[in-house]
T-cell receptor
Framework: EAGVAQSPRYKIIEKRQSVAFWCNPI?????LYWYQQILGQGPKLLIQ????????DSQLPKDRFSAERLKGVDSTLKIQPAKLEDSAVYLC?????????????FGEGSRLTVL | AQSVTQPDIHITVSEGASLELRCNYS??????LFWYVQSPGQGLQLLLK??????LVQGIKGFEAEFKRSQSSFNLRKPSVHWSDAAEYFC????????????FGSGTRLSIRP
């Protein structure tokens, strides 16, 4: 079974530029999560989708971050314009039952460096 | 607010020694609890999970964890560590406002001394 795929693995941009990350979850998983992991910290949930609907985006900085889940499968996370403090690893995860009773499967992450 | 606390930032143990990583949570009802491991440059992998029932749960790679409601703890243990266990370990629990929102602790980095 293929795992969660993310791209790109690494991205370096200047502040105020834009960037987009892509995630393809495990086939059949209805729930998709985007987490931000700053160096030395635990992952912080940015947004959670159930199929193509948003369940929780309370910690998503909506003035600069946006995310969508096309047709309930792939998802894209965009940052525009980027700030220095956005430097982090962006982790995508998926689950078949929702996180509270099911296991989250994580991709390898997309590491963003903002200069 | 719901929180997960891992008081130890970095722990070093000798190969073959026993290991215990601490996790404390704040939650009103019986929580679901998880331990994840993150190797360098990798995503997180589930080690074990507690939902209900037996408070001692077994996981992959020889790890176990014990849920203690009286102490609000869910400590991870392994009787004999291997060099390959060097990684970052995260305790996690559902958010109070949304059970499917998983909150992670800040992590404990484990180093293994040869």
């Amino acid at each position: 079974e293929a795992g969660v795929a993310q791209s790109p693995r690494y991205k370096i941009i200047e502040k105020r530029q834009s960037v987009a990350f892509w995630c393809n979850p495990i086939s059949g998983h209805a729930t998709l999560y985007w987490y931000q992991q700053i160096l030395g910290q635990g992952p912080k949930l940015l947004i959670q989708f159930q199929n193509n609907g948003v369940v929780d985006d309370s910690q998503l900085p909506k003035d600069r971050f946006s995310a969508e889940r096309l047709k309930g499968v792939d998802s894209t996370l965009k940052i525009q314009p980027a700030k220095l403090e956005d430097s982090a690893v962006y982790l995508c995860a998926s689950s078949s039952k929702g996180g509270n009773t099911g296991e989250l499967f994580f991709g390898e992450g997309s590491r963003l460096t903002v200069l | 607010a719901q929180s997960v606390t891992q008081p130890d930032i970095h722990i070093t143990v000798s190969e073959g020694a026993s290991l215990e990583l601490r996790c404390n949570y704040s939650y009103g009802a019986t929580p679901y609890l998880f331990w994840y491991v993150q190797s360098p440059g990798q995503g997180l992998q589930l080690l074990l999970k507690y939902f209900s029932g037996d408070t001692l749960v077994q996981g992959i790679k020889g790890f176990e964890a014990e849920f203690k409601r009286s102490q609000s703890s869910f400590n991870l243990r392994k009787p004999s560590v291997h060099w390959s266990d060097a990684a970052e370990y995260f305790c996690a629990a559902p958010g109070y406002s949304s059970a499917s929102k998983i909150i992670f602790g800040s992590g404990t980095r484990l180093s293994i001394r040869p």
